[in-house]
């Protein structure tokens, strides 16, 4: 059995590789804007107070590598100010150019103006990713027509770019859930998700919308939260709601939903129908906001004594109210804000975390000479308050540690909570299709409040089922304190938790579920090596023949080897050995003995026919078919290729790969010389056989085509200027078969010695 967390599952490699460069947490990065207007910060301040578009600028460098013609522009609401040297900035690379720096489009750096510590930031962000979908952060110099205006955080943009990594899609509902005009004192309509009708016009000064609809969408999730809660995990991730309320309290973050603004957080609906939260703008976290909407907390004990049930009467935030109200939904809460408790706050874990940054950022706090505060209050906001204007920053350890001493006090986390232990599933790689129990050692719990949660893939909601321990399902002796649960098997790999509670409290076991989970993985029965083979590649089709929508995409032919019908259930395909489970063959495929299936390399997956979502490099790459437990059952390797030619077994099935004509969906029976070299009178080669030289005549030039001549690995051995009359020298070629290629046109020629 092997815990994962979600953030590491196969399909989020890619981010996982972004995330240890320009969101390493461990390295400050260096980005320098470059402004050809002389008047650059009044045209950004212009733009501020008025459409809010971005200004030109001549370059931006991430280190060291240049875009130019970059969008850049001023953001934030309470944080700008047109008086302000270091103004907080968002950079979209891609506004006129298309550029990306390791993927990413837009650049958020925040100007650390509430927080004298320079770590709240970027300290909270790391404490939400163990808990929830969350952005990465760290910091950045930043400097502007040289000069360096100062050291900023730099938070990953809550994007399509992010919803499709974390949530599987990017087209569906989404909203920055922040009043579009900015929240203050006078703002009467908030995003507390309250039901205000069915007019969207009342719900747009309160959301911002990113995507082309979805109001309808928001208005259903605002009706059933009011006035259906019951059905409300159909259209809410309601454990990842319950996590967001957790983290903003007991990180007295509130300048977020549970504040007097209900702001500063995002809704993607995923393709389950479900609305997910994301947290946004933590620079206030740790105390340094304190106006709750019914209260505020004036002083640093009021902050180390906030209710950790805040709002849960309040129908202002319902949000809280319903969900609270819940008593499975509060015992949940409750059990995630132990589990944050414990896990950072009584073990000091955060306060490590800070320093970690601190020392990180020394350096570049001295140097930032347009920092809001002194380097001698940064150096002492780890443990002592600091004034700012109408608010305190408290010290992080004299906020905290209070708070730690009061929660930890407190009858609901004093109360006992459910313990379980010994989680054993039945058979530990069960048939795929069948079923297996999960069995685990659970007491201090409600004999019927054990429920164990799967799912068959990670984008995938938990179904919840009762366990028992009843001696009927497969859970030992009944009231022997070990619980069955059943779980199906429909998938290569399935994830699952569980939950158990008591009178008070709930836990989970991983503790962060459903963030994290427990994985088991099935077995299948899989082909045997060389009983399924790649029989041709085309990695380069111009003209050759077109998908079943008339494009001339790429495309590999597998070819059964056996006498038996064989099924390409949960086999993978790829391009590439880092990533061997790129695109999975949908199931039901079978191949009939000696038949052949054409695969489209071209990433279309919604066309007609059997789409790959990968494509072949011309230059040279790999095909290769495995399964999720690591057989592999084919890789080749090719060199580079030639357009409109086949890289193909010979004998078919079975033989060496060459380059030949291609053998669509057919016998690799290779042309002979003479049939080859019928395709086209434009290109003339004589004398063929030949041993040293050959006469190459161009009927017409094709502008500034070269002669290539390939070996059958797809090599370019010989590469020449054209002519309409060439003589090439062979003399440095071994015996052999080989392809000159001329544009479009390929002919073979035999060379003997």
């Known amino acids: 059995m092997k815990r994962f967390f979600t953030f590491l599952v196969l399909f989020l490699s890619c981010f996982i590789a972004h995330s240890q460069t320009f969101y390493n947490s461990n390295a400050i990065q260096d980005i320098r804007i470059v402004f050809s207007q002389s008047n650059w910060d009044a045209l950004l301040d212009a733009q501020e107070a008025g459409a809010g578009d971005y200004i030109s600028a001549q370059s931006v460098t991430i280190n060291g590598q240049i875009f130019n013609n970059v969008g850049v522009k001023y953001k934030g609401n309470s944080s700008y100010n047109p008086n302000y040297v270091k103004n907080p900035l968002?950079?979209?690379?891609?506004?006129?150019?298309?550029?990306?720096?390791?993927?990413?489009?837009?650049?958020?750096?925040?100007?650390?103006?509430?927080?004298?510590?320079?770590?709240?930031?970027?300290?909270?962000?790391?404490?939400?990713?163990?808990?929830?979908?969350?952005?990465?952060?760290?910091?950045?110099?930043?400097?502007?027509?040289?000069?360096?205006?100062?050291?900023?955080?730099?938070?990953?943009?809550?994007?399509?770019?992010?919803?499709?990594?974390?949530?599987?899609?990017?087209?569906?509902?989404?909203?920055?859930?922040?009043?579009?005009?900015?929240?203050?004192?006078?703002?009467?309509?908030?995003?507390?998700?309250?039901?205000?009708?069915?007019?969207?016009?009342?719900?747009?000064?309160?959301?911002?919308?990113?995507?082309?609809?979805?109001?309808?969408?928001?208005?259903?999730?605002?009706?059933?939260?009011?006035?259906?809660?019951?059905?409300?995990?159909?259209?809410?991730?309601?454990?990842?709601?319950?996590?967001?309320?957790?983290?903003?309290?007991?990180?007295?973050?509130?300048?977020?939903?549970?504040?007097?603004?209900?702001?500063?957080?995002?809704?993607?609906?995923?393709?389950?129908?479900?609305?997910?939260p994301i947290l946004w703008d933590l620079n206030m976290s740790f105390g340094t906001f304190g106006q709750t909407g019914t209260t505020n907390l004036n002083t640093t004990l009021a902050k180390r004594q906030l209710n950790h049930l805040l709002h849960s009467g309040d129908a202002a935030w319902p949000l809280v109210q319903k969900l609270l109200a819940v008593p499975r939904y509060k015992k949940m809460y409750l059990a995630h804000y132990a589990t944050m408790l414990s896990e950072n706050i009584s073990n000091n874990s955060y306060f490590t975390k800070a320093q970690t940054f601190q020392t990180l950022i020394n350096s570049s706090v001295q140097a930032d000479v347009n920092k809001f505060y002194t380097y001698a209050q940064f150096s002492s906001n780890m443990t002592t308050d600091i004034a700012l204007g109408m608010n305190t920053a408290p010290g992080l350890s004299n906020l905290m540690s209070g708070r730690n001493t009061y929660l930890t006090a407190l009858s609901d986390f004093t109360a006992t909570k459910p313990s379980i232990s010994a989680i054993t599933p039945s058979v530990a790689n069960p048939a795929l299709g069948g079923s297996v129990t999960i069995r685990a050692n659970v007491t201090n719990t409600n004999t019927d409040a054990v429920f164990l949660g799967y799912r068959a893939a990670s984008n995938l909601p938990f179904t919840k089922v009762l366990m028992f321990d009843d001696g009927a399902h497969n859970d030992g002796a009944s009231g022997d304190n070990i619980y069955g649960g059943l779980m199906p098997i429909s998938s290569i790999t399935s994830q699952y938790y569980i939950y158990a509670e008591n009178n008070t409290i709930g836990a989970f076991s991983p503790a962060r579920a459903e963030h994290e989970f427990y994985t088991i993985t099935a077995s299948y029965p899989t082909i045997t090596p060389g009983s399924l083979v790649v029989n041709e590649i085309m990695a380069q089709n111009t003209s050759t023949v077109t998908d079943p929508s008339g494009d001339y995409s790429d495309w590999f032919e597998l070819y059964n080897n056996s006498s038996v019908t064989i099924s390409l259930d949960n086999l993978f395909a790829s391009d590439t050995s880092t990533n061997l489970l790129k695109w999975q063959f949908p199931s039901g495929i079978t191949m009939a003995p000696n038949s052949y299936l054409i695969v489209w390399a071209d990433q279309d997956l919604t066309q007609e026919g059997i789409h790959a979502d990968f494509k072949f490099s011309a230059s040279g790459e790999s095909c290769i078919l495995s399964y999720a437990n690591g057989i592999i059952i084919e890789n080749v390797t090719f060199g580079v290729q030639v357009a409109n030619m086949g890289y193909?077994?010979?004998?078919?099935?079975?033989?060496?790969?060459?380059?030949?004509?291609?053998?669509?969906?057919?016998?690799?029976?290779?042309?002979?010389?003479?049939?080859?070299?019928?395709?086209?009178?434009?290109?003339?080669?004589?004398?063929?056989?030949?041993?040293?030289?050959?006469?190459?005549?161009?009927?017409?030039?094709?502008?500034?085509?070269?002669?290539?001549?390939?070996?059958?690995?797809?090599?370019i051995v010989i590469e020449k200027e054209a002519h309409n009359d060439n003589t090439l020298d062979l003399t440095i070629l071994s015996a052999g078969t080989y392809v000159v290629n001329y544009g479009k046109i390929n002919k073979k020629i035999v060379v003997f010695k």
Request: proline share 4%.
């Open 90 to 276: 968002h950079i979209e690379l891609d506004t006129y150019v298309n550029q990306n720096y390791e993927g990413y489009t837009d650049i958020k750096l925040s100007n650390v103006i509430f927080d004298p510590s320079f770590v709240r930031e970027t300290t909270a962000y790391s404490i939400l990713g163990q808990y929830m979908h969350a952005p990465l952060a760290n910091y950045a110099n930043v400097y502007i027509n040289g000069n360096l205006i100062g050291l900023y955080t730099n938070v990953e943009s809550i994007s399509k770019k992010f919803v499709n990594t974390h949530f599987g899609s990017n087209n569906n509902a989404f909203f920055s859930c922040s009043p579009p005009a900015g929240a203050g004192p006078g703002t009467t309509n908030l995003p507390n998700l309250a039901y205000l009708g069915t007019n969207s016009a009342s719900y747009e000064s309160a959301y911002e919308i990113k995507s082309t609809t979805g109001w309808d969408d928001l208005i259903n999730l605002t009706n059933t939260l009011s006035n259906n809660t019951s059905n409300i995990e159909s259209v809410l991730d309601v454990d990842r709601a319950l996590w967001m309320l957790a983290f903003d309290n007991l990180f007295v973050n509130i300048d977020s939903y549970i504040g007097q603004f209900k702001q500063n957080y995002y809704l993607y609906k995923d393709d389950n129908g479900r609305f997910n």
């Open 648 to 715: 193909a077994r010979v004998p078919n099935g079975t033989g060496n790969f060459v380059i030949q004509a291609p053998t669509f969906n057919a016998n690799n029976q290779g042309l002979s010389i003479s049939d080859f070299n019928q395709q086209n009178n434009q290109l003339l080669i004589y004398p063929n056989p030949t041993s040293n030289y050959v006469n190459i005549r161009i009927s017409e030039l094709m502008g500034s085509e070269k002669i290539k001549i390939f070996n059958l690995l797809g090599q």
